[in-house]
Structure formats: structure tokens, C-alpha cells
């Protein structure tokens, strides 16, 4: 689920061809850090970070985490 997402536009994002890259940035128990940007021929148009967290019925049933659910 997503704890939080922020987006900052660099500049207009044009239609065609473009390249998205995203990577995780931590990690720190059920919460991940990820980072992305958005290329257009320009460079950098947007950019991105987030916090997802693992939701507690997933947690629950020890998908991802093991089986006891850390």
C-alpha cells in the first residue's frame, strides 16, 4: 500500500517515446523506499519517491516475509 508518494515535475513531458526507471531505495522492515524518474529526449521530466508499506493481511499470512510475519 502506498505511506506516501511525491511527484516533482522537471519539465513538460512530451507524447512519444519515454523511459521510466525505478529502484528501491531501502528497505527498513514492512516498509520500502522507492525512487523513480520519467526520461523524455530532453532529459529528467518527472521524478518520483514513495513509501509502500506491506499490508497487515499480507503480513498475516507471511506472504514475502516468512512465516512469522516479520
Known amino acids: 500500500m502506498t505511506g506516501t508518494l511525491t511527484i516533482v515535475y522537471r519539465q513538460g513531458t512530451p507524447l512519444g517515446d519515454l523511459r521510466a526507471e525505478a529502484w528501491v531505495d531501502r528497505e527498513d522492515g514492512i516498509k520500502t523506499w522507492a525512487r523513480a524518474h520519467l526520461l523524455g529526449p530532453d532529459g529528467?521530466?518527472?521524478?518520483a519517491e514513495g513509501v509502500f508499506i506491506l499490508p497487515r493481511a499480507i503480513?498475516?499470512?507471511g506472504f514475502l516475509t516468512g512465516s512469522d510475519g516479520s
Open 59 to 61: 503480513r498475516e499470512r
Open 44 to 47: 529528467v521530466t518527472a521524478e
